[in-house]
């Protein structure tokens, strides 16, 4: 399983959001295996209170997920845009859980990012 976030880079954000609505957090997976992943989930999280940075949608989590993401296969998960809900750094988590066919077989990986509001 391959995790791409757009820096990984601890507290160096990635972007300044300022008064924009058109960024989005994305998360791209691609299957390594030579079988299809039977399920792909996609989880992301602002875990701080008060927050400085919110999802559109749920402010503070979304998740989504796809089926049978072939092998080789990269698959966007960018269906929620970041806004700025404060001002300052924030640290946007996201993890992703791929299961395929085979009993047991699951991965997990753990991506934060960090936005400036």
């Keep these: 399983?391959?995790?791409d976030a757009a820096s990984e880079a601890a507290g160096v954000p990635v972007c300044t959001l300022g008064s924009r609505t058109d960024v989005r957090h994305s998360v791209t997976v691609t299957n390594l295996r030579l079988y299809p992943a039977t399920l792909v989930r996609c989880d992301g999280e602002i875990l701080s209170n008060p927050r400085k940075v919110?999802?559109?949608?749920?402010?503070?989590?979304?998740?989504?997920?796809?089926?049978?993401?072939?092998?080789?296969?990269?698959?966007?998960?960018?269906?929620?845009a970041l806004l700025c809900?404060?001002?300052?750094?924030?640290?946007?988590?996201?993890?992703?859980?791929?299961?395929?066919?085979?009993?047991?077989?699951?991965?997990?990986?753990?991506?934060?990012?960090?936005?400036?509001?």
């Design 1 to 3: 399983m391959d995790v």
């Design 54 to 80: 919110k999802f559109s949608g749920t402010p503070d989590q979304w998740s989504a997920n796809t089926k049978n993401l072939p092998p080789n296969h990269p698959y966007d998960f960018d269906s929620t």
């Design 85 to 117: 809900d404060g001002g300052g750094t924030e640290a946007v988590h996201a993890k992703v859980i791929v299961t395929w066919k085979r009993p047991g077989a699951a991965g997990t990986a753990h991506v934060t990012i960090d936005v400036t509001g």
